[in-house]
Structures are given as structure tokens and as C-alpha cells.
């Protein structure tokens, strides 16, 4: 966990996130169904979300931070960007390569 540029007292700020996964991530949600709340303290990153719900990062092939893409490039599974930080309420969406796509071995014509 980051806690750059936080306050000394920042340490008893949690902050409530909600994951999604979808698609081949889905299994990563330790429960039935695709989303899952979770606690984290203040400063935690994308990076730090990952490696709560331990996602292989070569399966991740899109990551929504309330709903805008931050994943750095197109068909480029594995390349995550970690860095952006978690506010409160926000929502996270990770998901695998989608069914018939490039990720999964189709042609890209």
C-alpha cells in the first residue's frame, strides 16, 4: 500500500471499494456472483486491489475504474497499470479476455 502524500493520521482511513469481475476473472471472486466489497485503507492503489483477490496479472486484460478504461493498451494482457489510487466508493471492474476475441487466439481482421 502507497501512502504517499497522506497525512500521519491516514493510517485510520478505509476506504469501501467494489470489485467486479467478469469473464475468465469471474472465478476470482471467492463467492457466487461477480462482485465483491471490500475494505482497504486509504492510499491503496489499483495494484494493492489486485493482489487482495490474488488476479494473475497475465489473465487481466481490462481494468474499469468507475467505468473509464486505465488499462495502458489494447490486446495487451498483462500489461496493467497498478498505479492509479483508490478513492472511496469507487467501483472496479477486472475482466479476462472476452470469448471469440484477440485474446482469446481469434484473428483481428
Known amino acids: 500500500m502507497s501512502s504517499v502524500g497522506l497525512g500521519h493520521n491516514s493510517g485510520e482511513v478505509v476506504l469501501k471499494v467494489e470489485a467486479r469481475f467478469f469473464n475468465s476473472l469471474a ?15 486509504a492510499g491503496s ?22 467505468g473509464r478504461d486505465i488499462t495502458p493498451g489494447i490486446y495487451q494482457g498483462g500489461v496493467v497499470n497498478e498505479e492509479p489510487v483508490l478513492e472511496d ?5 477486472f475482466s ?14
Open 96 to 109: 479476462g479476455p472476452i470469448p471469440y476475441s484477440y485474446g482469446y487466439g481469434a484473428p483481428v481482421v
Open 45 to 66: 492503489s489499483i495494484g494493492d486491489l489486485i493482489r487482495e483477490f490474488d488476479l494473475p496479472i497475465s489473465e487481466i486484460f481490462l481494468v474499469l475504474k468507475n
Open 89 to 93: 466508493g469507487d467501483v472496479i471492474a
Open 27 to 41: 472465478k476470482y471472486s471467492g463467492h457466487s456472483g461477480i462482485s465483491r466489497s471490500v475494505d482497504l485503507p
